[in-house]
């Protein structure tokens, strides 16, 4: 089975502060996506990859930026956190279909 | 990417096949139907994908008809287990990423 492992559960920042989201899959997928979750929106693309050292924006990337050093990692990075970033944050690998982590609930308050 | 258009939340009893439509108008001609579900607390899981006709699994049927404007997700005999929102995808699954809309909550009563 598809593992994506999400590095925390939950996460509680304070405004201005750097955040780092990990995201790791164990099944050498090329594309991986990052997705945020809100009551009432659904889930919106923030950024994907489709390969080592390549990102594309999705559809809300202001705010936010990406890491792919290695395969099997991408990290999301909130520069300076707000408190509009307050949201469930999904991590997904591979494309069809997408395998997704059970989540991280970031708080910044 | 075609728009996705699905009810915003049914309720079934236990036991009842319950039926979600999806009505995607511009569907491309390379494009898939792919549904995800999602629990509380969890990342959405993939239930079934289709092109046109009739595709099933241990978990659902996904009818098709043939003009593709729409997608019917079939699932048998309900539990409350089955309380989950559900998510209709439409788009090339191998070239761009698929758009989620907000889905279907549905809601299994005893």
């Known amino acids: 089975d598809v593992k994506v492992t999400q590095s925390s559960r939950y996460l509680v920042k304070r405004t201005g502060e750097k955040v780092f989201l990990e995201c790791v899959q164990d099944m050498d997928h090329e594309n991986m996506f990052w997705y945020r979750q809100d009551p009432g929106l659904g889930l919106r693309l923030i950024y994907f990859?489709?390969?080592?050292?390549?990102?594309e924006k999705g559809d809300i990337p202001e705010g936010y930026s990406v890491s792919r050093e290695k395969k099997e990692r991408f990290s999301l990075i909130l520069e300076s956190a707000s408190t509009n970033q307050t949201s469930m944050y999904l991590c997904?690998?591979?494309?069809?279909?997408?395998?997704f982590g059970n989540g991280t609930r970031l708080t910044v308050t | 990417l075609a728009k996705t258009t699905q009810p915003i939340s049914m309720d079934s009893y236990e036991g009842q096949e319950v039926n979600i439509t999806c009505s995607h108008n511009?569907?491309?001609?390379?494009?898939?139907i792919t549904w995800y579900q999602q629990f509380p607390s969890q990342g959405p899981r993939f239930i079934i994908q289709g092109y046109k006709t009739k595709v099933t699994n241990e978990v659902a049927s996904l009818f098709i008809p043939a003009d593709r404007k729409s997608s019917t997700l079939s699932l048998p005999r309900v539990s409350l287990s089955d309380t989950a929102v559900y998510y209709c995808l439409v788009g090339d699954p191998g070239n761009t990423p698929l758009v989620f809309g907000k889905g279907t909550r549905l809601s299994v009563i005893a």
């Open positions: 511009n569907i491309a001609t390379n494009d898939y």
């Open positions: 997904a690998s591979g494309l069809s279909p997408l395998h």
């Open positions: 990859s489709y390969d080592v050292k390549m990102k």
